[in-house]
C-alpha cells in the first residue's frame, strides 16, 4: 500500500522560508508526477506546484516566484521550499502523485499533511 508522509511544518513568520518533504513508499516514485497542494479549513485542496518526471515544474500564481518544487528519486521524496511566506499561506500542505497535466486527479490515498501557520 502506498503511503504519503509530509513533514516540515510549522509556526513560521511572514518572510521567512521552510522546506516541506514528503516522502513516498509503496510506489515506483521516479515514474510518478508529483504534486504539493494546500488545504484550507473548509475548502477544496488547491495545487500549489507540480513536478514531472523529468523536473519540469508548474506553480499556482499564488505562489510563482516564491516556492520551488524539487525531487530525490534516490529518496522517493519531494520537496517544498517555501521562500518569502505569507499569512495566506497559512494551511495544512500535502503531496499526491497526479498524471501530468491533470492535477485534481490523484493516485493515492492523502497523508495526514503538515501544518504551516505563517504569522504577520
Known amino acids: 500500500q502506498v503511503q504519503l508522509v509530509e513533514s516540515g511544518g510549522g509556526l513560521l ?18 515514474r510518478n508526477v508529483m504534486g504539493w ?5 473548509g475548502k477544496q485542496r488547491e495545487m500549489v506546484a507540480s513536478i514531472t518526471t523529468d523536473r519540469r515544474q508548474n506553480f ?4 510563482k516566484g516564491r516556492f ?14 517555501m521562500d518569502s511566506l505569507k499569512p495566506e499561506d497559512t494551511a495544512v500542505y500535502y ?3 497526479h498524471p501530468s497535466g491533470s492535477y485534481y486527479v490523484t493516485y493515492y490515498n492523502w497523508g495526514q499533511g503538515t501544518q504551516v501557520t505563517v504569522s504577520s
Open 13 to 30: 513568520q511572514a518572510g521567512g522560508a521552510r522546506r516541506l518533504s514528503c516522502m513516498v513508499s509503496g510506489a515506483t516514485f521516479s
Open 60 to 63: 499556482a500564481d499564488s505562489v
Open 37 to 41: 497542494y494546500l488545504q484550507d479549513p
Open 68 to 81: 520551488t518544487i524539487s525531487r530525490d528519486n534516490a529518496k522517493n521524496t519531494v520537496y517544498l521550499q
Open 95 to 97: 503531496c499526491n502523485a
